[in-house]
């Protein structure tokens, strides 16, 4: 083949390049509606919301020299329940510090749904307007976060977590955080 | 009546179709609503990511929805306004993107395409050799007629 030809193949080589490129949106457990939080590495938002069943108020300041764990749920939220085991699991393990925020619920079903499902939470706040999920940059229920010790936030999970999410992010996630 | 009610029920499903926005939702001041509306216009809803959060009949959106009112009562600019959602949920958030270096190949991509094909075609038609002048002679006529002619 002459030299002369080779611009005739830019079309192939940019269509092959295109292809690979757009290949990647069909590739299994690709979901576009996932997307980064803006708030990675930005100080977590603060809150101070009342606790559920008349316990202490929850606020970021009790989060102070700690990895800790956020997670958004509510009683009405089915894939909460799927990940409720999850949490269980990882609370009775005491591999992470578990606070819970309950989205837009009634403080007597989510009462409800922690006696059926298990209280995976170190203390839990009551978010009745959703306006703490709406500073976290949260899109529904279950979302979960992780925070620094320094108060940012460096992870952030949409939907329910699962065994893989836990081998997969989040241990790898303690240990570059330097969990003790 | 039973024509009205048909009148009714069309524009109320086309009231529905372009505004999610309910009634209480709207400020009573008339300037800042259509403020609100021109920026909810612009903001993408996070949970049906096709629409705007002012057609959006999501949770999330009603949210955010009022959350633009309450800013512009209390004296945000509309870019405010904005930032105060895209600080949470980043600029994907805008259903038109901001020109910057990250998005630079999406908003000028087209025109390089169209850049680099025009040249090709320049120099395409550059180098294809120039039409003969000359007439055809008889014969070449002849020939062509017949081709023409076995044609049809």
């Given at each position: 083949?002459?030299?002369?030809?080779?611009p005739?193949?830019?079309?192939?080589?940019?269509?092959?390049?295109?292809?690979?490129?757009?290949?990647?949106?069909?590739a299994?457990?690709?979901?576009p509606?996932?997307?980064?939080?803006?708030?990675?590495?930005?100080?977590?938002?603060?809150?101070?919301?009342?606790?559920?069943?008349?316990?202490?108020?929850?606020?970021?300041?009790?989060?102070?020299?700690?990895?800790?764990?956020?997670?958004?749920?509510?009683?009405w939220c089915?894939?909460?329940?799927?990940?409720?085991?999850?949490?269980?699991?990882?609370?009775?393990?005491?591999?992470?510090?578990?606070?819970?925020?309950?989205?837009?619920?009634?403080p007597?079903?989510?009462?409800?749904?922690?006696?059926?499902?298990?209280?995976?939470?170190?203390?839990?706040?009551?978010?009745?307007?959703?306006?703490?999920?709406?500073?976290?940059?949260?899109?529904?229920?279950?979302?979960?976060?992780?925070?620094?010790?320094?108060?940012?936030?460096?992870?952030?999970?949409?939907?329910?977590?699962?065994?893989?999410?836990?081998?997969?992010?989040?241990?790898?996630?303690?240990r570059?955080?330097?969990?003790? | 009546m039973?024509?009205?009610?048909?009148?009714?029920?069309?524009?109320?499903?086309?009231?529905?179709?372009?505004?999610?926005?309910?009634?209480?939702?709207?400020?009573?001041?008339?300037?800042?609503?259509?403020?609100?509306?021109?920026?909810g216009?612009?903001?993408?809803?996070?949970?049906?990511?096709?629409?705007?959060?002012e057609?959006?009949?999501?949770?999330?959106?009603?949210?955010?929805?009022?959350?633009i009112?309450?800013?512009?009562?209390?004296?945000?600019?509309?870019?405010?306004?904005?930032?105060?959602?895209?600080?949470?949920?980043?600029?994907?958030?805008?259903?038109?993107?901001?020109?910057?270096?990250?998005?630079?190949?999406?908003?000028?991509s087209?025109?390089?395409?169209?850049?680099?094909?025009a040249?090709?075609?320049?120099?395409?038609?550059?180098?294809?050799?120039a039409?003969?002048?000359?007439?055809?002679?008889?014969?070449?006529?002849?020939?062509?007629?017949?081709?023409?002619?076995?044609?049809?």
């Open positions: 083949m002459s030299w002369r030809r080779a005739y193949l830019l079309p192939l080589i940019a269509f092959v390049a295109l292809a690979v490129y757009l290949s990647r949106g069909l299994p457990g690709y979901n509606e996932l997307l980064p939080s803006a708030l990675i590495d930005k100080p977590a938002p603060s809150f101070d919301l009342a606790g559920l069943k008349g316990e202490a108020r929850l606020s970021n300041q009790a989060f102070a020299d700690e990895i800790v764990f956020v997670n958004f749920f509510a009683s089915v894939p909460c329940r799927a990940e409720s085991p999850v949490l269980m699991d990882l609370a009775r393990r005491d591999v992470i510090v578990l606070y819970g925020i309950d989205y837009k619920d009634k007597e079903d989510a009462e409800k749904f922690l006696q059926q499902y298990g209280d995976p939470y170190r203390r839990i706040g009551v978010d009745e307007n959703g306006r703490t999920a709406i500073d976290f940059g949260a899109y529904g229920v279950p979302e979960t976060y992780a925070i620094d010790r320094t108060g940012r936030i460096r992870w952030r999970h949409v939907g329910p977590l699962t065994a893989d999410v836990v081998t997969k992010e989040i241990l790898p996630l303690l570059e955080l330097g969990a003790s | 039973t024509r009205a009610l048909a009148v009714a029920a069309v524009l109320l499903g086309i009231a529905h179709a372009a505004f999610a926005v309910e009634p209480s939702e709207m400020l009573a001041n008339p300037a800042l609503e259509a403020r609100a509306e021109a920026i216009k612009q903001l993408r809803c996070q949970v049906c990511q096709n629409e705007s959060i057609e959006s009949g999501a949770d999330l959106a009603h949210d955010l929805r009022v959350i009112r309450e800013r512009l009562k209390e004296g945000d600019s509309d870019a405010q306004a904005i930032k105060y959602v895209t600080d949470r949920y980043g600029d994907f958030v805008l259903l038109k993107p901001p020109v910057e270096p990250a998005t630079y190949l999406l908003w000028f087209p025109f390089v395409i169209l850049a680099v094909g040249a090709g075609a320049w120099l395409y038609l550059r180098r294809r050799p039409p003969p002048d000359e007439p055809l002679d008889l014969n070449q006529r002849r020939q062509l007629e017949r081709l023409l002619l076995d044609d049809q």
